[in-house]
């Protein structure tokens, strides 16, 4: 696997137009630049299946302590203990472990009554409406009530509103993201 320094090919995760349909590009990277690099915004993106495969368990050469996202990379930031996406082994797999064990495919089957439910109750208000937002209208909500059924807490002590998510990222030219800054 080499990294194409002459290739024609550009391809920037920022642009709106490429994000639309991004399978043409895929293919292109695929093809012409396995380990793709690029200058503008100083990353290395991997495209074939295999290589992608062994970076992934490859740790101690692609860490996921930083993050996934360039802007948080780059923001250099500690990520706070215990954010299991953020955490290489062996302490992801310790989490892991003791997470696996709560979302087993029989204990999220046994929940899918409540979980249906709980998605009926928060979307037939909106039937009719001539809009729906995932995020504000179950999206913000589903998770931690999963959890909480999970966890056995009843439905009475769990947060009955919406969680309003906090954007932690602000919109700045050409589409690209960076940090909000703090109020």
């Known amino acids: 696997m080499t990294v194409s320094a002459t ?15 991004p399978y043409p ?14 200058e503008q915004h100083d990353f290395y993106a991997l495209s074939r299946f295999d290589d ?21 990379i780059r923001a250099n930031i500690d990520i706070p203990p215990g954010v299991v996406l953020f955490e290489d ?21 046994d929940l899918e ?6 998605c009926a109750r928060s979307l037939d208000p909106l039937v009719g409406t001539d809009r729906f937002d995932f995020v504000a209208d ?4 589903m998770p931690m009530r999963v959890i909480g059924m999970l966890l056995g807490v009843p439905e009475e002590f769990q947060e009955p ?3 309003t ?3 932690i990222c602000a919109p700045r030219p050409a589409n690209r993201w960076m940090p909000r800054p703090k109020t």
């Open 113 to 118: 009554p409540k979980i249906r439910e709980f």
């Open 138 to 141: 179950l999206g913000a909500q």
């Open 25 to 38: 590009m895929f293919r292109r990277l695929r093809e012409e630049s396995p380990l793709y690099y690029n």
């Open 161 to 163: 509103r919406a969680i």
């Open 165 to 167: 998510p906090t954007p």
């Open 52 to 72: 992608v495969n062994r970076g992934l368990v490859d740790y101690q050469t692609f860490s996921s302590a930083k993050g996934a996202i360039l802007e948080l």
């Open 89 to 109: 082994p062996p302490i992801h797999d310790v989490h892991r472990k003791l997470l696996s064990r709560m979302f087993t495919p029989r204990k999220i089957n």
């Open 7 to 21: 290739s024609e090919i550009y391809f920037d995760p920022y642009d709106v137009e490429l994000n639309a349909d």
